[in-house]
């Protein structure tokens, strides 16, 4: 007699299963396992895609995408299990069993989260792993691409690389970062004055919704596909992949980098970038990054700003544009390198010129170091005598960074309703601050969150206000937060304002809509209902 190899992967599925189930003791997790195998497809064994705390893999599994050694503690609550998805039947399975049997499902595509959102809850829950599902499929004679959730951000860009020299896609600079949180959360990157933001070159998506149904642009509706670009795709379903316009970028472009001390003019000079920067050619993008460096006298402290710029054209053309426009940085042919937009991605990851580009191939090695991040908007230039407060603020909060993005160009063409991403036209720079530590103890952590906590309150008077907003992309749970259970609204409110603006309140009716009951949630997400 005959057995069919279908019979005989559910025969094998379910005795490791069955191992699964022996090892552990938690009644809601044996029912979502013995789940799991009749809600997806016996050709692809969800067994070889499950990890318990029983299994020897479950530690490294977890570990290697989780980003922020924060969340390393022996106190940070882990899953009851990992469900490292390997076909997207396993994702509707993993949606399906966790909601029909009481567990919490966070889901996972690169492990970036500043507040550690996707792999850690306070309820018994399970993380759905989607760095597996990482397949990019590029149509270069349509100028689009699929690229699915687990795809990181580096692959994406290797991957347009070796098949065009003048494709690009506007995304972050980080390269291990994963497509699914990075842009339906309104990732950005230095391509945003010439093309907007990553949301705004999306033209179709698949996800699997709170019923286990996988949908794309035509089945989800408008509404849906509305809120998914830019207002958190875990607040709705799981993202699965992404269909996305690539954009036309030169042959060579030119990068630099300019660094200026407050002993070598640099209030004056980043006085002038904040007149200039939002209102220069969409070709140019110029980053300014003022941190705490050695003053030129033993033992005392400075500021050292850093300005990166992209230039999608040649050096001549960029130093004639800055001689006209941003005199004062003094920018000279010996600051600038031709290279094709790939090369610059490294550029813009610290990395030396020359480096191979199969390092954007790398995947994430595990937490390198502990952090705490916020953000901000500003809409008016700081005065100079305000700049020279928050260098004395900056050197007293040392080892804390910033970055000053500028918007402008394209992204002020877009109207702030088109997405939930709300922060366009009349605003002038992102600002994310950021602080890093090796010190192990909740001691040290408590000592410089307080550090970056000072500094983001002695802003207030430069930033935005009423609402205070913030970019939802560099999470921030000390600008509200809900338990992990539940979404209440007016807490809600709270975040959602400062992160969508008038948008969350559009992001709220579609959340009741599409989970009324709202089984995908997290200490951010949006509520189904307005009370």
Known sequence: MKVSMTVILSVFSALLLSVSLAANSDPSLDKFLQCLPDNSLPSYPISEAIYTTANPSFESVLLTYINNRRFLTPTTPKPLAIVTAL???H???????AKSHGLQVRIRS????YEGLSYVSEVPFVILDMFNLRSIDIDLASETAWIQAGATLGEIYYNIANRSNVHAFPAGVCPTVGAGGHISGGGYGTLMRKYGLSVDNVIDAKVVDVNGNILD???MGEDLFWAIRGGGGASFGVILSWKINLVRVPAKVTVFKVDRTLEEGATDIF????QVSTELDKELFIRAMPQVANGSVEGTKTIRISFYGLFLGQSGALISMMNKRFPKLGLQQSDCIEMRWIESTLFWFDLPNGTSIDVLLNRPRGAQSFYKN????V???VPKEALERIWKMMIKAEPMWMQWNPIGGRMSEIPDTATPFPHRAGYLFKLQYSINWSEEGIEATDRYISLIREMHDAMAPYVTKFPREAFQNYRDLDIGSSPSNQTNFEEAKEYGLKYFKGNFLRLVKVKGMVDPD???KHEQSIPPRWA
């Open 110 to 113: 690169g492990g970036h989260d």
């Open 87 to 89: 076909h997207e039947s």
């Open 271 to 274: 006085y002038q970038w904040q």
């Open 91 to 97: 994702v509707q399975a993993t949606v399906v069993c």
């Open 374 to 377: 916020k953000s901000d908007y």
């Open 379 to 381: 809409n008016h230039i």
């Open 518 to 520: 709202n089984f995908f």
């Open 217 to 219: 642009r035509q089945t």
